[in-house]
């Protein structure tokens, strides 16, 4: 029998929201994990927010919803606001009520902005680390450790003069400019967009860019981020992020035997890194770069035998590479390839909060593997 047409809608709906998401659906183990995460941040949500006035978007909403914006892709706040509008799956994530109104993009955007610079999306990488059942997935001995560029929010024809002497390309808003034979350096010239954003190039023979440097800190049993964070582009910035990572990591309760591993390729290969990560009882696991100069002569190594000859620094190498996995992630599916933020700091927590995002996604697997 042919059913009809019938566009009346009932009053009332009897289906909860709870039930209209799938028992096995991915998203439900990752709830439960992220809401574990954040309730060990309730203490430090009290502390930001005043006790007067009037009630502003829920921090666990906040990030809830900026996660959902990492795992589907999603490009702009905007676009996030109308999907958790009609999205019952969206909604029921964020934890919105089915009836209740979705807020602003600009609001959105202005309250999750003030909650990231408050140092949160680290406080919530730890927290999901801490978690007992996360612990276990992890190495408190062997990490690898890595770096990418990622573009700033920034055009070329924003780097100007420091002294004002540029002019902006006219006619129009956005005219044709001609940058040849212009000398342009971080010292002499800064962009007016985001003076955060550094000119740099990774190598010979390669476009400068406007960018900043992401780095990341990966554990080596599982390849889970356990630190994040973003600096200024410049030749020194990886070593230098790597030594602020090493320094931040806690036993968090487990005991360590002995020294740990760093691997990293051959750009980590200085003296005076080198020397400074077995200061801190780190041993060195580092491509060696035996890169040979225009006089034919092979650059010196500060990696001798007493590394290169033990087992563990082959298996270093081979793992090291699964860090480009989480660049690829963050970059390809969480839309990081370019900030859609302006200033180091907000673009340092939302990057931190993208490898967090990379973890939850990769930690149901690997539990359900471990429970199997």
């Known amino acids: 029998m042919r059913g009809r047409d019938d566009r009346d809608e009932g009053l ?5 929201l709870e039930e209209r998401v799938p028992a096995d659906h991915p998203l439900r183990a990752i709830r439960s994990l992220v809401d574990e995460a954040l309730a060990a941040l309730n203490g430090r949500f009290e502390a930001l927010y005043s006790q007067t006035g009037r009630p502003s978007i829920p921090p666990e909403h906040l990030l809830r919803a900026t996660l959902l914006q990492a795992f589907f892709s999603v490009r702009s706040e905007r676009l996030l606001m109308e999907q ?23 609001v959105f955007t202005k309250n999750r902005d003030r909650l990231l610079e408050a140092d949160v999306a ?23 450790v890595d770096g990418t560029l990622v573009d700033a929010w920034a055009s070329m024809k924003s780097f100007r003069p420091k002294d004002g002497s540029g002019e902006p390309p006219a006619p129009g808003r956005n005219g044709a400019q001609n940058f040849r ?43 889970l981020v356990v630190d994040a964070t973003l600096t200024h582009a410049t030749g020194t910035a990886e070593r230098e992020a790597t030594l602020t990572m090493l320094d ?18 051959k750009a980590y290969d200085v003296t005076d890194f080198v020397g400074d990560l077995r200061q801190r009882k780190v041993t ?25 000859r033990h087992p563990g620094y082959a298996v270093s190498q081979c793992i090291r590479k699964r860090v480009e996995e989480v660049f690829g992630w963050v970059k390809a599916q969480a839309g990081f390839d370019q900030v859609k933020v302006r ?17 939850l996604i990769r930690i149901p697997r690997l539990l359900a593997e471990a429970a199997g």
Not at 133 to 143: N, Q
Not at 183 to 210: E, M, V
Not at 343 to 359: H, I
């Open 343 to 359: 200033g180091r700091k907000k673009a340092e927590a939302v990057f931190t909060f993208a490898t967090a995002a990379y973890n």
């Open 284 to 308: 060195p696991h580092i491509a060696v770069n035996g890169a040979v100069s225009k006089l034919g002569k092979v650059r010196k190594t500060a990696i001798d035998r007493r590394t290169t």
């Open 12 to 16: 009332f709906s009897y289906v909860r």
């Open 84 to 106: 958790i509008d009609y999205n019952l799956l969206f909604r029921w994530f964020v934890g919105l009520p089915m009836d209740a109104e979705v807020w602003h993009p600009t």
């Open 181 to 223: 034979r212009e000398k342009r350096s971080n010292a002499t010239h800064a962009s007016t967009t985001d003076p955060d954003a550094r000119l740099y190039r990774k190598g010979n023979g390669q476009s400068s860019r406007l960018c900043f440097m992401g780095h990341v800190l990966m554990e080596n049993r599982n390849g």
């Open 248 to 265: 931040r990591q806690k036993p968090g309760g487990r005991k360590r035997s002995g020294r740990i591993t760093l691997g990293a390729d």
């Open 122 to 144: 680290r406080e919530f990488l730890a927290a999901l680390l801490g978690l007992a059942r996360v612990r276990r997935l992890l190495s408190d001995e062997h990490f690898t």
